[in-house]
């Protein structure tokens, strides 16, 4: 894991198990030094820098020196006409900075960003941080860039903290978290989609202009998520180089990807700077989100393990990380706003019967929220709907057996509600317009103090109120207009930002608060799907869609970043309510259990056989969630390239392979299933005690059982999941 610094303090291996990062002190034309990133890649075995990275060849060109070199923190205004990572304006109105080197040190561990989400470390020999310090002594502004670098990943964590030391005010216009250069081209992947719909996987060759990935709606988003891997072209998921970048973040955000003329690409990832401003008076900072660089020489896979293993047990925190999650029914699809106490005990009755572990009331419960018009910012119990209140429908539900949970959404506001005649100056919004209404509901502004304090209030009251064991954390429309009646007109572009610091402020108080309460978080589904949540709360409602046939391409892309243990994944009854289709509950459950296992159905009118299947489903679940929630997963066949899927996951001396057919077709191809780094020895199949060599199931692989014998077609929407244990 060592970071390597040269006697002078000006060149720095950062020398992980299989990656290796170079930064330097190199000078530029007029004398002075500018810090470089001359690599980035696959392990260097030399901890001394080769003395060929040192060196930059002058290219016979129309361009500066500016518009090549490999800055580890590129400025706007320089002549470097690739993505910027910092554009700062100064006293007379200019963008040009200029970061001079000044020095470097290397410490143990791994410093906590105050106020904001990041990768931790539990010992110090867990890491080693790299602080390189840089000012530009025109303006006074000095920059501290920090790399830190884990013993147990191929990962480094990436964050930038600009400190005004001059006399003036600076106007921080873009401020991003890192930057790399490559040499070469590379394919950009990326994960896109819509409410209902999320992550899924677009993999685009290189090109010579910019491609973007960017939010500007206060949230990560549906649309694109906070992540890219570069590619080189011939890598696959199993082999090639790849590199990750992922930003610990939940608003606003870009991923700025360029191919130069010169062979070279540069990607800059952090805050969106169409929608960011940052005022710095003398002697005030800002400090940015992290990001995460991960490399990989085998594979799309292999880049994935190494953020699903440091994100599982570096990122999420607190009693759940490590812990079972329990099985549970949530009752919003089964009654949406239609609910009472009796009606809600009789669904909690059949799944405490079956083995549910936890009961959890959605929406509808507070104020007089009969309907998704009202009373969000009112968390007060609806007595019609609960005479008993809180209190009395969670012991009745304790009383069976399971543990209770609830449902809010903390940072939104009904206009029909007593909040907001209360506090109209509370809603986020933009002073002589209208403020654009979704869902029928604005947006607290959490930039606010008096409202964060508010938020922390109300729902600690309601947490304390009853015993609440889970809490789904819901945020349900994005930003249209932003603008706080708080902060003063130069200001008002700072206010995304100081948003998704409040959101953060309010959710670590929450959650510091309740720290045995299993939080999970939501945005209409997996709109906010990020790292920065995964800190407050290790679990996310991975989509609105429950359909199983929908769900393979949804979970599948999400797991090219996060690991199945913060996949909330739920059975739902048919027909599907987003998309109409029917499949069995097999089918259906076997796509849950590779996430955090739950339904979200009406149990109480389900047929006697679906009721036998659940409750073998439930049995299972309880055997195999320690393997699904820690052990490795490996993606095996894509939902993106066909009608087929597999993955697997793999812990200790247990493997379990998910298999998965959509569409059948005429004729169908007979078609195994390999499987991927099973340790060697015997393996036994559970269900029917056959077994094999590692080497069989690796190399000749598992068929498929879609195809009956004679080869009739078992029909649409199948699957297969095969528990293997290691005999010898």
């Given at each position: 894991?060592?970071i390597?610094?040269?006697p002078d303090?000006?060149?720095?291996?950062l020398?992980?198990?299989?990656?290796s990062?170079?930064?330097?002190a190199?000078?530029?034309?007029?004398?002075?030094d500018?810090?470089?990133?001359?690599?980035?890649?696959a392990?260097?075995?030399d901890?001394?820098v080769?003395?060929?990275l040192?060196?930059?060849e002058?290219?016979a060109?129309?361009?500066?020196?500016?518009?090549?070199l490999?800055?580890?923190?590129?400025t706007?205004?320089?002549?470097?006409?690739?993505?910027?990572?910092l554009?700062?304006?100064?006293?007379?109105g200019?963008r040009?900075?200029?970061?001079?080197?000044?020095?470097?040190?290397?410490t143990?561990?791994?410093?906590?960003?105050?106020g904001?989400p990041a990768?931790?470390?539990?010992?110090?020999?867990?890491?080693?941080?790299?602080s390189a310090?840089?000012?530009d002594e025109v303006?006074?502004l000095?920059?501290t860039?920090?790399?830190?670098?884990?013993?147990?990943h191929?990962?480094i964590?990436?964050?930038l903290r600009?400190?005004n030391?001059?006399?003036a005010?600076?106007?921080?216009?873009?401020?991003a978290s890192a930057?790399i250069?490559?040499f070469?081209a590379?394919?950009?992947l990326?994960l896109h989609?819509?409410?209902?719909k999320?992550r899924?996987i677009?993999?685009v060759?290189p090109?010579h202009a910019?491609?973007?990935?960017?939010?500007?709606?206060?949230?990560?988003g549906h649309?694109h998520n906070p992540?890219?891997?570069?590619?080189?072209?011939e890598?696959?998921?199993?082999?090639?180089?790849?590199?990750?970048?992922?930003?610990?973040?939940s608003g606003?955000?870009?991923?700025a990807?360029d191919?130069?003329?010169y062979g070279?690409?540069r990607a800059?990832c952090g805050l969106?700077?169409e929608t960011?401003?940052?005022?710095?008076?003398p002697?005030?900072?800002f400090?940015?989100?992290?990001?995460v660089?991960?490399?990989?020489?085998a594979g799309l896979n292999?880049m994935?393990?190494?953020y699903?293993?440091l994100y599982?047990t570096?990122?999420?925190?607190?009693?759940?990380r490590d812990r079972?999650?329990p099985?549970?029914i949530?009752?919003?699809?089964?009654t949406?706003?239609?609910?009472?106490?009796e009606k809600?005990?009789?669904?909690a009755?059949?799944?405490?019967?079956l083995?549910?572990?936890?009961?959890?009331?959605?929406?509808?419960w507070f104020g007089?929220?009969?309907?998704?018009d009202?009373?969000?910012?009112?968390w007060?119990?609806?007595?019609?709907?609960?005479?008993?209140g809180?209190k009395?429908?969670a012991?009745?539900?304790?009383?069976?057996g399971?543990?209770?949970?609830?449902?809010?959404?903390?940072?939104?506001i009904?206009p029909?509600?007593?909040?907001?005649r209360a506090?109209p100056?509370?809603v986020?919004?933009?002073?002589?317009?209208?403020a654009t209404?979704?869902?029928n509901?604005?947006?607290?502004?959490m930039?606010?103090?008096?409202?964060?304090?508010y938020?922390?209030?109300?729902i600690?009251?309601?947490?304390k109120s009853?015993p609440?064991?889970?809490v789904k954390?819901?945020?349900?429309?994005n930003f249209?207009e932003?603008?706080?009646?708080a902060?003063?007109?130069e200001?008002q572009d700072e206010a995304p930002?100081?948003y998704?610091?409040?959101?953060?402020?309010v959710?670590e108080s929450i959650?510091?608060?309740f720290?045995?309460?299993?939080?999970?978080?939501?945005?209409?589904?997996?709109?906010?799907?990020d790292p920065?949540?995964?800190?407050?709360?290790?679990?996310t409602?991975?989509?609105?869609?429950t359909?199983a046939?929908e769900?393979l391409?949804?979970?599948?892309?999400?797991?090219?970043?996060?690991p199945?243990s913060t996949?909330?994944a739920?059975v739902s009854?048919?027909?599907?309510?987003?998309v109409g289709?029917?499949t069995d509950m097999k089918?259906?459950g076997?796509v849950?259990?590779?996430?955090?296992?739950?339904?979200?159905?009406?149990?109480?009118?389900q047929?006697?056989?679906d009721l036998?299947?659940?409750?073998?489903?439930?049995?299972?679940v309880?055997r195999i969630?320690?393997?699904?929630?820690q052990g490795?997963?490996?993606?095996l066949?894509s939902?993106?390239?066909g009608?087929?899927?597999a993955w697997q996951?793999?812990?200790?001396?247990?493997?379990?392979?998910?298999?998965?057919?959509t569409?059948?077709?005429a004729?169908?191809?007979?078609r195994?299933?390999k499987l991927?780094d099973?340790?060697?020895?015997?393996?036994r199949d559970?269900?029917?005690g056959?077994e094999y060599?590692?080497?069989?199931l690796?190399?000749a692989?598992?068929?498929?059982?879609?195809?009956?014998?004679?080869g009739?077609p078992v029909g649409?929407f199948?699957?297969?999941v095969?528990?293997?244990?290691?005999i010898?």
């Amino acid at each position: 894991m060592p970071i390597f610094l040269s006697p002078d303090a000006r060149c720095c291996h950062l020398q992980g198990r299989r990656l290796s990062m170079v930064l330097c002190a190199y000078k530029v034309q007029d004398g002075a030094d500018e810090l470089i990133m001359p690599y980035f890649g696959a392990r260097l075995e030399d901890a001394d820098v080769p003395a060929a990275l040192l060196t930059s060849e002058r290219l016979a060109s129309f361009d500066t020196d500016n518009a090549t070199l490999p800055f580890a923190l590129p400025t706007a205004g320089r002549g470097d006409f690739r993505p910027a990572q910092l554009c700062a304006v100064g006293r007379g109105g200019q963008r040009t900075t200029r970061l001079s080197f000044l020095r470097a040190e290397v410490t143990p561990g791994k410093p906590p960003l105050a106020g904001l989400p990041a990768t931790y470390v539990e010992r110090e020999d867990e890491a080693q941080t790299l602080s390189a310090h840089l000012r530009d002594e025109v303006t006074g502004l000095e920059a501290t860039l920090c790399y830190t670098l884990f013993s147990r990943h191929d990962a480094i964590a990436v964050s930038l903290r600009v400190l005004n030391a001059g006399g003036a005010p600076v106007k921080l216009r873009a401020c991003a978290s890192a930057s790399i250069n490559l040499f070469g081209a590379y394919d950009l992947l990326h994960l896109h989609g819509a409410w209902g719909k999320e992550r899924q996987i677009e993999r685009v060759g290189p090109m010579h202009a910019e491609r973007v990935i960017r939010s500007a709606r206060g949230a990560s988003g549906h649309q694109h998520n906070p992540f890219c891997a570069l590619m080189e072209p011939e890598a696959t998921e199993r082999t090639g180089g790849v590199y990750g970048i992922s930003l610990v973040y939940s608003g606003d955000f870009q991923i700025a990807v360029d191919e130069d003329a010169y062979g070279q690409t540069r990607a800059v990832c952090g805050l969106n700077p169409e929608t960011f401003g940052w005022t710095l008076l003398p002697g005030e900072s800002f400090q940015t989100p992290e990001a995460v660089l991960a490399y990989s020489d085998a594979g799309l896979n292999g880049m994935s393990q190494i953020y699903h293993a440091l994100y599982r047990t570096r990122l999420c925190r607190g009693y759940w990380r490590d812990r079972e999650r329990p099985i549970l029914i949530n009752n919003w699809e089964a009654t949406y706003f239609r609910f009472d106490h009796e009606k809600i005990l009789r669904i909690a009755r059949t799944a405490a019967g079956l083995g549910v572990e936890l009961f959890v009331l959605d929406d509808g419960w507070f104020g007089e929220r009969d309907s998704d018009d009202r009373s969000l910012g009112d968390w007060v119990v609806n007595p019609r709907k609960l005479p008993r209140g809180l209190k009395g429908l969670a012991e009745d539900i304790e009383a069976l057996g399971m543990r209770f949970g609830l449902w809010v959404e903390p940072e939104m506001i009904s206009p029909n509600s007593d909040l907001c005649r209360a506090h109209p100056d509370w809603v986020l919004r933009v002073p002589e317009r209208t403020a654009t209404q979704a869902r029928n509901q604005w947006i607290l502004d959490m930039s606010r103090a008096d409202v964060q304090d508010y938020v922390v209030e109300a729902i600690c009251a309601v947490l304390k109120s009853a015993p609440i064991s889970y809490v789904k954390w819901d945020m349900n429309r994005n930003f249209a207009e932003y603008g706080s009646a708080a902060l003063p007109p130069e200001r008002q572009d700072e206010a995304p930002h100081r948003y998704m610091l409040g959101v953060y402020r309010v959710m670590e108080s929450i959650t510091s608060a309740f720290p045995e309460v299993l939080f999970e978080s939501c945005s209409g589904g997996g709109g906010r799907f990020d790292p920065g949540m995964l800190y407050y709360m290790p679990q996310t409602w991975t989509s609105d869609d429950t359909d199983a046939a929908e769900r393979l391409k949804i979970q599948y892309g999400t797991s090219v970043v996060y690991p199945a243990s913060t996949m909330g994944a739920h059975v739902s009854a048919v027909p599907n309510h987003q998309v109409g289709r029917v499949t069995d509950m097999k089918m259906r459950g076997d796509v849950a259990m590779s996430g955090n296992f739950g339904y979200e159905l009406d149990l109480s009118q389900q047929t006697p056989e679906d009721l036998e299947i659940i409750r073998r489903q439930i049995e299972r679940v309880k055997r195999i969630r320690r393997v699904t929630q820690q052990g490795a997963f490996t993606r095996l066949i894509s939902p993106f390239e066909g009608n087929l899927c597999a993955w697997q996951f793999q812990l200790e001396d247990t493997v379990l392979l998910f298999a998965f057919v959509t569409l059948q077709s005429a004729n169908p191809q007979m078609r195994r299933v390999k499987l991927a780094d099973i340790p060697d020895g015997r393996w036994r199949d559970e269900e029917t005690g056959a077994e094999y060599d590692a080497s069989v199931l690796t190399g000749a692989g598992v068929r498929l059982p879609f195809i009956q014998p004679g080869g009739q077609p078992v029909g649409d929407f199948k699957s297969l999941v095969m528990e293997l244990r290691r005999i010898g």
